[in-house]
């Protein structure tokens, strides 16, 4: 269980890791999947960072209100992503074995909890939110 809140995905995020350091001593290609992870989340937040930035770009200067709704939202849209490369930036930088003493909760995350983690993360992706499009189409 995680507390709601804005950083849910990097308490689950932190979790998943967790788990895949803990477990590298049996199975070396983990250590492939953690870097890997990281990698794919700082690029989802930089596609994210791009697509509001474009978003902005793109609105109509007409719409003067509009507009200064869609700037605060882009705003939060960009703070919530430098703190998320913030995050993962400082887990880069942390050795593997540090990591583990880095942990948020006292209990540790099980193979079934880990595949869990990684569903729920992998529904958040877009490809994942659109496959029913896909497959309706």
Not at 6 to 23: C, G, R, S
Not at 37 to 59: G, L, P, V
Not at 71 to 78: A, C, L, N, R
Request: with cysteine.
């Amino acid at each position: 269980q995680v507390s709601g809140g804005e950083d849910e995905i990097q308490q689950l995020q932190k979790a998943l890791l967790d788990y895949l350091d803990e477990n590298t001593e049996t199975d070396a290609s983990l250590v492939f999947s953690r870097k890997f992870y990281i990698a794919q989340w700082f690029r989802d937040t930089t596609m994210e960072t791009e697509k509001a930035i474009k978003s902005q770009k793109d609105e109509d200067s007409s719409e003067r209100t509009h507009h200064a709704k869609d700037v605060e939202t882009t705003g939060q849209i960009m703070h919530r992503a430098e703190s998320r490369k913030k995050f993962l930036r400082s887990i880069i930088k942390t050795a593997p074995s540090q990591f583990s003493t880095l942990k948020m909760n006292s209990d540790t995350v099980d193979y079934e909890d880990a595949c869990l983690i990684v569903r729920y993360l992998a529904s958040m992706r877009p490809f994942a939110q659109s496959f029913d499009i896909y497959l309706t189409q």
